[in-house]
Structure formats: structure tokens, C-alpha cells
């Protein structure tokens, strides 16, 4: 299933669920534009009838719904063997999961999760649905913690229950009503003690009733009171656990009169005026306990299915008493006996010498040679054929009879013979290029049996008819006709890309498969994104776009490459004069003793001692650890330096005179001019 394609407009992405009948897919809705989940029956049951039929139910009850805590149904179809419902998606987690995460919950937490449910039921409800399996395996919730029922599979119409047999067991059962625990019928108010259940479970964390079989918890929904939360959490409010305790009775006829009635109270369970609510006890009947006698039939039958015989009453005649006999009343009667001879005469003497009359049969519904062969046996003859249309009966098929069926007439009578021309049609007109709207407008009032667009991505605008199902000048019944016509959504668009960072390869490809056209407008230095790569395009990203629209991209050229910058530096090199020799004391003659000295006159300048010159430079191309030139001086000497950098380099030198630092400076690329 992952990557195909279903109903031709939901692409499956991912299995997100499997149900003992169906599973769930995340799916994405390639019209709209948008995620689904799809339900789809599992195939291992697709030849199953009685499955597709309770499917199908699913379907049609859940799509009556509407709610903002029970999962919208966008779509119900078939695909080959593939039977599918289209679900709002919902990005969370189930109630279950998020009850093992967090559980238990504080009744602040608590009531709010159980007031969104009630509400959603009693929607349902409303609409003559029960769900029959509520559990939090079946409640979703978003980030948010606003939950949405999903899963009505079991769930179905109140008027449509002889679909399930009464002694079948449908729902999970550590949630499960008494009465569907027995094997009876679930009600609005087996929702309710479900309700109850999921309230329970919210607040302590654990289900009331566990066991090692299903058949044992079942026996304890029927047979042992629900444990009470506040003797595992005494800080929860009575009014709290009332809720519990009246949604859970064993005997229906105690809950909640409906769900609309629990749903208000636990809008007040938290009020002051509550906090010294008693305990709820079921109210003690005492019609429950008497023994009602058994009522015994007088009579008994030895076969109640047989019709008893009763004798009709005799009655005895009164004994007869002998008079003395007149002589008129046996004239007045001659005379009655008479006239009643001459009356059966007048009446009966006509019919005896007027034609046989025979009675018209029913003929409509046969063909036309049946109905004459029909007519004729009966010693009619056929008058006039008339043609009629009748939506009724097919064409060649005889309508009725003038005098209608049943008249008595004599034989030989001339009967004339309606026969259908079948129903009425109609000459198709070419629709092609015109817009849809206007033409199913036109054509509603001659009620075809549907009219449907199968809408098309084209070039054309949205709403055109492209091609029809049935020709021009075809003649059709519109009432047996299902009249598709391919309409177009007008141009494909999509939605562009970010194309920042695509190299030549990636938005060529890119641009193949979207269909568009790519054209690079300028290229322009950038430190960020690599030389040959998209920086920015026109129109930007999220822009929806048609098939041949044109992007307009900017390339980079890569780091711009800065110039190399030349530095002279003037730097004075001094030669250093030798110090002169000190004369000490003990080498001095007495102030006494004079000395004749006799002083020369100087005849050429003194001889200097050559100073050793060190320079080093750091630049692009020389290292200060190296000697960039070497000499000797004599006299101060004034020296130019070449210093050479590159964006980024730093540079320095040094100069050294016999060893010792005289001069030296350091500098980066933007000091250079």
C-alpha cells in the first residue's frame, strides 16, 4: 500500500494504526493539498458481505457527525476490492498513551478531557448513534489536549440495529456495559458507563477490573460494584467520584438519563456548594423484591396453535298452536306469487336473448403481441394502437386497455391498446468549452440520474467542460443516464521550492520534474555560498506556480579574491659611534710632575668599525624567521622596505644592529593603502 495511490487522489505515505478490521494510513490528498487518514478494510475479509455491510454502515453513520471533538469524514469509497473512509488527520497521541505518560490526573486535569468527550457522545447520540466501544484506544489528542472520538467501526444508527444479532458481543471489554457483558443490546446509556470507565481510568491511572480472561472481567462489569477512586486518592472530591459511581451502575435504569444530563454535571462538580455532596447510592426499589404470582389459565388447550371449535347456539321453535285458517291470505298470496313471476321476467328475459359479455383482462406490463393474443381469447377485438411514453413501463409493452381492465363488454367489442414507447429521451447538445456550472444548471430539471465533474489539471480555465461521457446528438433518458463531464481545475499549479544552495545539477533536475524553467539572471560574489550554488530566486519559496512559469535565480561567483596590496616602509638605519676610552687616575703623572707632550696634528679622518645590519620581513612572501638581507654600515644609512599582503595576511619587520633590536613595526591588510 505504501506510495500507492487510492481512490486516484489519496498518495499512501505511512501505516499509522491496525484494527482487528481495517487499517489506517497517513495519506495525503493530492487535490486538496492536505494529510488524511485513510481507513481501509483489510484485505484478508474483502469477499466478507456481512463485513462490507458493516463497513458501509460505519461510513454512513460516521459521515452524519459533525463535532469538534469527533473526528471529521471527508470521503467513503470503493477502489477495486479496496473499501476506504477518508478521516481527518489528527497529529498526537491517544488518550491511552498520553494516560501511561501522565496518569493519574488530577480532577482539574481530568474534568476538562471528560467534558469534550460527553459532549462529543451526546452529539452522537443526537443523531440516533451509539458508539458501543468507547476507550481511550479510540479517543486522539493533540498538543494541545483537545481530544477527537474516532473509531465509530462498531458504532451504528438506533433504527438500523436488526443488522447486529442481539446475543453478539461488540466492544472492548475492560469497558464494557453490563448489559452488552450478557450479550444484550448496547444503548445510549452502555456509553455512558463506558464514559464512566474512561473517567476511572483518567483519575487513578489502572482500569477497575482486571483478570487473566476476557470472560472473567466481563463477569466482573456484571457481578462486583466499581472500586471507589477515592480510596486510592481520598484528596479527590465525592462529588467527583459520584459521577463515576452513577455513570457505572449495574442496572441501566440508575445512570445518567443521557448523556446531555452527565455532561452538566460534571460542569459543577468542583462548585463550594458541592464540596459536602454525600455519596451516591442506588435509590432501593421495593417492587424489586416481591414475588409476583403466577397467573394459571382455566382452560387448557392440548394444541394452542389449533382453532377451538364452537357450536352455533340452537334455538327451539316456539311450539305452534293451531288456528283456524282464513281463506284471504291464500288469495293475497296468488297474487304476490304473480306479480313476482312477472318481475323475475322483466328482469332476467333482457340478459337471457342480449349478446355474452366477457370481462377486459389485464394487460399491462406484457408485450403487445401478448396483450392482442390476451384480448382475443377473450372474444375482443383490438381497436386502435396508441403510442404513449411511460417512465413505467419499456418500450413495446402495453400500458392499458380503453375500456380499462375489468370493464365487462360483449364479445366482439373493439378495444383499443395503449403500448409504451418506453421513457421519455432527450437529444444531447455539445457542452464541450462551456462552463460546467451553467451546464449542470441547465440540465437539473431534467433530472438525470446524476451529473458529475471528473475534474482534470488543463490549460484552460477552471470550471470548463473538456469532454462529456455521452456524444453529441446522442439520445438518452435522463432518468437512467449518469452524465460525467471532464472538467478542468484549470492550469496545475505547485509550490515552489528553496532552491538557495542547489548546484547546476539540482535545479536542472529540479526543474525537469516540476516542469518549469530555471534562468540564472547574474552571478555575484558571495562569502557564504559556495562558487556555482543558487543564493536567492525570484519568485520565493512557498510561491505556487504553474507548469512552464520561469524562476529567476542569482549564482554565486564564490569569495571575492581582493587584490594584493604593496607597502614601502622608509626606515633610518644609524651607525652607532664607538665609545670613547676613559683615562683612569692611577694612570695620570703627578699634577707635579710635568710632562712635555708633544701633540701631531691629525693628517687623515679615523677609521670606523662596520656595524652589522640585519632585516627580516613578514609579508605574502617572506617569513620573519628568515634574514630578508643582510650588510654593514659605517655611517647612518636610510633603507626603503617591500612589504606584500593578501586579504586576511598580517605583516611586520625588523631591523638588527649587531645583534640588537633597533627598529621594528607590525600591520594587517586594511592598513595597507
Given amino acids: 500500500m505504501i506510495g500507492s495511490r487510492v481512490g486516484g487522489r489519496y498518495e499512501i505515505i505511512r501505516s499509522i494504526g491496525d484494527g482487528g478490521m481495517s487499517k489506517v494510513y497517513l495519506a495525503h490528498d493530492v487535490i486538496l493539498d492536505r494529510d488524511v487518514a485513510i481507513k481501509v478494510l483489510n484485505y484478508d475479509f474483502a469477499h466478507e458481505e456481512e463485513l462490507k455491510r458493516r463497513f458501509q454502515r460505519e461510513a454512513l453513520s460516521a459521515t452524519s457527525l459533525t463535532h469538534p471533538h469527533i473526528v471529521d469524514i471527508f470521503d467513503v469509497g ?129 482500569l477497575p477490573f482486571s483478570a487473566e480472561t476476557a470472560v472473567a472481567i466481563a463477569l466482573k462489569h456484571l457481578q462486583e460494584e466499581t472500586p471507589l477512586v477515592r480510596a486510592m486518592f481520598p484528596e479527590i472530591p465525592q462529588s467527583v467520584e459520584n459521577v463515576i459511581l452513577k455513570a457505572t451502575t449495574k442496572d441501566a435504569a440508575n445512570r445518567y438519563r443521557s448523556a446531555d444530563e452527565m455532561y452538566d454535571d460534571l460542569l459543577t462538580v468542583l462548585d463550594p456548594e458541592r464540596a459536602e455532596e454525600p455519596k451516591f447510592a442506588v435509590p432501593f426499589d421495593d417492587d424489586k423484591t416481591r414475588a409476583i404470582p403466577i397467573v394459571k389459565d382455566d382452560v387448557k388447550f392440548e394444541n394452542v396453535e389449533a382453532t377451538k371449535k364452537i357450536e352455533p347456539v340452537v334455538v327451539e321453535p316456539p311450539a305452534t298452536v293451531k288456528k283456524r285458517r282464513k281463506k284471504w291470505p291464500i288469495i293475497a298470496g296468488a297474487i304476490v306469487g304473480v306479480l313476482a313471476l312477472v318481475l323475475l321476467v322483466v328482469i332476467f328475459l333482457p340478459g337471457i336473448l342480449s349478446p355474452k359479455k366477457e370481462e377486459i383482462p389485464e394487460v399491462a406490463g406484457v408485450e403487445e403481441t401478448v396483450a392482442v393474443e390476451a384480448l382475443e381469447q377473450e372474444g375482443f377485438k383490438v381497436g386502435k394502437r396508441i403510442e404513449e411514453l411511460s417512465d413505467e413501463f419499456e418500450a413495446g409493452q402495453a400500458i392499458r386497455t380503453d375500456p380499462k381492465a375489468g370493464t365487462k363488454r360483449a364479445v366482439g367489442f373493439e378495444v383499443n391498446l ?171 703623572e703627578d699634577e707635579e710632575t710635568e710632562v712635555d707632550v708633544e701633540v701631531e696634528p691629525p693628517t687623515s679622518p679615523p677609521v670606523r668599525t662596520p656595524q652589522v645590519i640585519q632585516i627580516y620581513i613578514q609579508d605574502r612572501t617572506h617569513s620573519i624567521e628568515k634574514v630578508f638581507e643582510q650588510f654593514t654600515i659605517t655611517e647612518t644609512t636610510q633603507k626603503q622596505l617591500k612589504i606584500e599582503l593578501a586579504e586576511g595576511q598580517r605583516g611586520a619587520y625588523k631591523v638588527l644592529r649587531d645583534g640588537e633590536l633597533i627598529a621594528q613595526d607590525s600591520f594587517n591588510y586594511g592598513d595597507l593603502n
Avoid at 452522537?124 to 468507547?134: L, M, P, Q, S
Avoid at 414507447?421 to 468549452?433: C, D, P, R, S, V
Avoid at 433530472?447 to 439520445?475: C, N, W
Fill in 78 to 206: 470503493e477502489d477495486g476490492e479496496l473499501h476506504y473512509l477518508v478521516m481527518e488527520y489528527i497529529e498526537g497521541q491517544t488518550l491511552k498513551q498520553f494516560i501511561q505518560t501522565n496518569g493519574p490526573l488530577p480532577p482539574k486535569q481530568a474534568l476538562p478531557i471528560m467534558q469534550q468527550l460527553v459532549s462529543a457522545i451526546a452529539n452522537a447520540h443526537h443523531n440516533g448513534i451509539v458508539h458501543r466501544d468507547i476507550k481511550p484506544q479510540n479517543i486522539l489528542m493533540d498538543a494541545d489536549y483537545n481530544v477527537k472520538i474516532t473509531d465509530f467501526g462498531i458504532a451504528m444508527a438506533l433504527n438500523a440495529t436488526a443488522y447486529t444479532k442481539t446475543n453478539s458481543v461488540i466492544g472492548t471489554v475492560h469497558y464494557l456495559s453490563p448489559e452488552q457483558a450478557r450479550g444484550g443490546m448496547a444503548t445510549k446509556k452502555s456509553d455512558i458507563y463506558s464514559l464512566g470507565i474512561v473517567f476511572y481510568e483518567l483519575l487513578t491511572g489502572e
Fill in 418 to 588: 395503449y403500448i409504451s414507447t418506453g421513457k421519455e429521451t432527450m437529444q444531447l447538445e455539445n457542452y464541450t468549452m462551456r462552463d460546467y456550472e451553467t451546464v449542470r444548471n441547465l440540465l437539473a430539471p431534467l433530472e438525470f440520474k446524476s451529473i458529475r465533474p471528473d475534474q482534470v489539471f488543463d490549460d484552460e480555465p477552471a470550471g470548463t467542460i473538456l469532454k462529456q461521457s455521452h456524444e453529441a446528438g446522442e439520445e438518452v433518458v435522463p432518468g437512467d443516464t449518469d452524465l460525467i463531464f471532464t472538467v478542468s481545475k484549470g492550469p496545475e499549479t505547485q509550490r515552489l521550492g528553496n532552491l538557495q544552495g542547489f548546484d547546476k545539477k539540482q535545479w536542472t533536475d529540479y526543474a525537469a520534474t516540476l516542469g518549469i524553467d530555471i534562468k540564472v539572471v547574474r552571478e555575484v560574489y558571495s562569502p557564504t555560498i559556495a562558487k556555482g550554488h543558487i543564493i536567492s530566486q525570484v519568485p520565493l519559496a512557498g510561491t505556487e506556480i504553474l507548469k512552464g512559469d520561469k524562476v529567476e535565480v542569482v549564482i554565486s561567483k564564490g569569495e571575492e579574491n581582493k587584490p594584493i596590496k604593496t607597502s614601502f616602509k622608509q626606515v633610518t638605519i644609524e651607525y652607532k659611534e664607538p665609545a670613547v676610552p676613559n683615562v683612569n687616575d692611577e694612570d695620570v
